[in-house]
């Protein structure tokens, strides 16, 4: 009897695995199915801005050179003292001004060195504008030439001394930006599925790309494009 009774358990038992796995194959058959007959559709919505840079920073560089040189870097104070007084002349207070490094280069100490050089010693000074008021700088720059009838050349054709302007209210616009790419991301999904005869149904994914700042163009750097690109996957019905 309890040899009966245990067969009968065994039995039970491989036919209730073997009933797993056929469900389980049946289950993952129709996910296949499912799957297969799945239809999506992947757009992309662009949104750009044109805004006015709020921020400006202005190197203003200029070289002096001479064989003595304890006249030469009181001369350079001197001039640095010039610069500072142009700039609050033109609307610029202490705290948007400051000095930068100075380098002194010794042409004689170098390894190869020219004997027929007129000035030994040769002084780069830096005056460098942080300020909140792109218009003052645009402003000053107008009259630069002013500081060459003191003698100051302000260096403008060196990479180093390239005028940098910032827009730092991107947090202000991003969620209206986002906000117009995903519309219209949606309105070419519904075009798509329109010219396809399709319904448009809920969205699978959504990706949001990185931010852009650039310039406009070369000539007025203080104006900024700010881009965004949404990527967007809906489903889609008959």
Known sequence: MNKISNVTVVMAAVCLSIGLIAL????????????????????????????????????????????????????????????????????????????????????????????????????????????NAPDKVKNALSKVSQLAKQNIAIVQDNYQTRIEYIFTGLNDIKPAMVQEATEKAREVANKFAKDSNSLLGKIKTARQGQFSISDRDSNTPQIKNVRVVTSVEYYLSD
Do not use: C
Not at 43 to 69: C, H, M, S, Y
Not at 79 to 92: E, S, T
């Open 24 to 131: 389980g194959f049946i289950i993952k058959g129709a996910a296949l199915d499912i799957k297969g007959m799945e239809r999506t559709v992947q757009v992309k919505g662009l949104a750009e801005r044109e805004v006015v840079a709020d921020t400006v920073i202005w190197p203003l560089q200029f070289n002096d050179a001479d064989n003595n040189l304890e006249k030469l870097v009181e001369r350079v104070e001197q001039k640095n003292d010039a610069v500072i007084a142009f700039l609050k002349l033109h609307g610029f207070d202490d705290e948007e001004i400051s000095t930068g490094t100075q380098s002194i280069i010794d042409k004689q100490a170098r390894e190869y060195a020219n004997d027929n050089q007129k000035f030994r010693y040769v002084i780069s000074s830096n005056i460098i504008v942080y300020s």
